[in-house]
């Protein structure tokens, strides 16, 4: 049974798309970086660090050890990228931490990520999305998917250049309000 183009947002129509796009983003990674992924071995610890701008929390934690993600430091890692309007929750895509450890990996640079924005609830979303052209309705952010970050001594330029580099999903590029968007959806660029 195939996508049924007269019904574009039918639950199965959703569910293959979202399922294709999973598939083709973590392929994107697999290949596009493969210096970063081939330095994500089992044995070796991921580590990534976080300062929450709006919270001030800081968070330095191995979110990936002993070959297997660690369910404790995922959740530090989604209490920390919460919705700083209202305290919602929600899981961090593992790719997109994975993405953040090549991006790392990438620029040469440990230091920890500065976060405008990681998860937004679905109210935030829509909030800010009345407010500006730059809000995306329907927002990788309320899928805890996205992350808007900097990383401080790293020009937003290289930043930007780097995540780009690793063809792993949208980057966007917003040097007035001094952030990169980097997602784990389809590869793309603004």
């Known amino acids: 049974m195939g996508i049924d183009e007269s019904y574009p947002d039918a639950p199965a129509n959703r569910r293959r798309r979202t399922f294709v796009a999973t598939g083709l ?17 089992p044995a ?16 330095d934690v191995a979110y990936w050890a002993e070959g297997r993600l660690q369910p404790d430091a995922l959740g530090s890692i989604e209490w920390t990228l919460r919705d700083h309007r209202n ?16 991006l790392q990996l990438q620029l040469g640079v440990v230091r920890p990520y ?24 329907h927002s990788l952010h309320t899928q805890g998917m996205a ?13 930007r250049d780097a995540a780009k580099s690793l063809r792993a999903g949208g980057v966007g590029y917003y040097p007035r309000s001094d952030f990169v968007h980097t997602d784990v959806g389809r590869v793309r660029y603004w």
Request: without cysteine.
């Open 147 to 159: 992350i808007d970050i900097r990383v401080e001594g790293v020009p937003l330029e290289r930043l």
């Open 25 to 41: 983003a973590t392929l994107g990674l697999l290949i596009a970086a493969p210096r970063a992924v081939q330095a994500m071995t």
């Open 114 to 137: 500065q976060v405008i924005s990681g998860f937004r609830s679905p109210e935030t979303n829509a909030m800010l999305a009345s407010l500006s052209d730059g809000v995306a309705r």
């Open 44 to 59: 070796k610890p991921r580590r990534l660090g976080f300062e929450n701008l709006h919270t001030g929390e800081r968070l």
């Open 87 to 102: 305290n919602a929750t929600h899981p961090i895509d593992s790719q997109l931490l994975d993405l953040l450890f090549a």
